[in-house]
């Protein structure tokens, strides 16, 4: 009687699958992938107020009139926000294209060298505690679905999970836009101060209360607050 011919396993799925969302298992937003977005806006934020605080003092005290600093605050913000966006938009595609291919490269690894890739499950969950036993199903369960073997090693091996696929376009959007924000909270004095030092004195004070807010954001989680 012939003998079946052995079955290869299933091509891992291509590598933009790991980018797809995880189903929520929690409500609060700071839980899903749009918590992740305070990175960008506390940089924009900080960014833009402290490069808006630096242009205020010099032109203040080289011009006395308030709205021509206003105007030429207004412009450097608008520039210094497209430069942070096209920054953040490059920087976000470059790494997400280094990502894409270290995993790319551990598909590779699953689909020819799986017996070297299980002994890697192996050792991973073996350091973090588990028994032979456990170690040993674990090994089949992650390997018994090419999806979920690609997943486990992109996280456990590679240090890799979904929020670093995050798309270059709403990166670069958010950061530019916190950077404008930051800024133009500070050209808000020039609208309404007689004198430029009066209002850049106020504009110092708003500065230092944002970059202390927004650390203090950072430090609890929670947008900051002006």
């Known amino acids: 009687m012939a003998s079946k011919p052995e ?44 490069s808006t605080i630096g242009f205020l003092a010099g032109v203040t005290a080289t011009l006395g009139d308030v709205r021509t600093i206003a105007l030429g605050g207004i412009a450097a913000a608008i520039a210094g926000a497209v430069a942070m966006g096209v920054g953040a938009f490059v920087s976000s595609k470059s790494q997400r294209a280094f990502f894409q291919a270290e995993i790319a490269r551990e598909a590779w690894e699953i689909e020819n060298m799986p017996e070297h890739e299980r002994q890697e499950i ?3 969950y073996q350091q973090l505690g588990f028994t032979p036993d456990e170690v040993d199903i674990i090994v089949r369960r ?11 090693m992109s996280r456990e091996e590679l240090g890799l999970a979904e929020e670093v696929f995050d798309s270059p376009v709403r990166v670069g959007f958010v950061t530019s836009l916190a950077y404008q924000l930051g800024a133009l909270l500070l050209l808000i004095p020039y609208a309404f101060a007689a004198t430029p030092r009066s209002a850049f004195t106020a504009a110092a004070v708003k ?20």
């Open 7 to 50: 079955e290869r396993p299933a091509s891992p799925p291509p590598v933009t699958w790991l980018a797809e969302p995880l189903k929520r298992f929690h409500d609060e937003a700071w839980h899903t992938p749009q918590g992740r977005l305070v990175r960008e806006v506390i940089f924009g934020l900080n960014d833009g107020v402290i």
């Open 207 to 226: 500065a230092e209360r944002g970059v202390a807010a927004n650390a203090y954001g950072m430090r609890s989680r929670s947008a900051p607050s002006w």
């Open 142 to 152: 992650v390997t018994s679905s090419p999806e979920l073997w690609l997943r486990v």
């Open 122 to 124: 192996r050792e991973i």
